[in-house]
């Protein structure tokens, strides 16, 4: 029996036994022929249109590898497509952090924090994780898809 307590009935009300439905696995690789960044494991990205092999230590529009963590913060704006990331990825934003235009696909986690505001490149799909994605962020917080 469902307890329906004090919560607000849901559109369609509660239903007891119907059938289940199945949810497939995600699985992060299976997206990363659609990326036009590869967020590395050791610390550099790969631009996936030239190969070109770009050493991100020390930063790139916004982008930062430190611990094992990929990390996007502070005012840069990364070129628009989809990222996907070998490792954990940290998304924060604050103040007038500006909008992002991307996916991000992970074999890991994906975590945000802050007044972040994104949209998605890929068509409804703003972020796909091995892992969790956890959505935290203050009241200026956008996320779309």
């Known amino acids: 029996m469902v ?9 369609g009300g509660f239903n007891e036994g119907v059938p289940s439905i199945d949810i497939p696995a995600v699985n992060a ?6 990326a036009n960044y590869i967020l590395t494991k050791t610390g550099s990205i790969i631009d996936v249109a030239t190969g070109a092999v770009i050493p991100a230590g020390g930063g790139w529009n916004g982008w930062k590898f430190s611990g094992g963590v990929w990390g996007l913060s502070g005012s840069g704006i990364p070129p628009v497509g989809t990222y996907y990331a070998e490792t954990d990825v940290k998304v924060s934003g604050s103040g007038a952090t500006p909008a992002r ?11 945000t924090t802050g007044n972040v505001i994104l949209s998605p490149v890929l068509t409804g799909t703003l972020m796909i994780a091995d892992g969790d994605v956890k959505l935290g962020g203050t009241a200026g917080a956008s996320f779309a898809g």
Request: no cysteine; hydrophobic share 35%.
């Open 101 to 111: 235009t991307m996916s991000i696909v992970s074999e890991a986690s994906i975590t």
């Open 29 to 34: 690789a299976s997206y990363k022929g659609l």
């Open 3 to 11: 307890d329906e307590g004090t919560a607000p009935i849901p559109p």
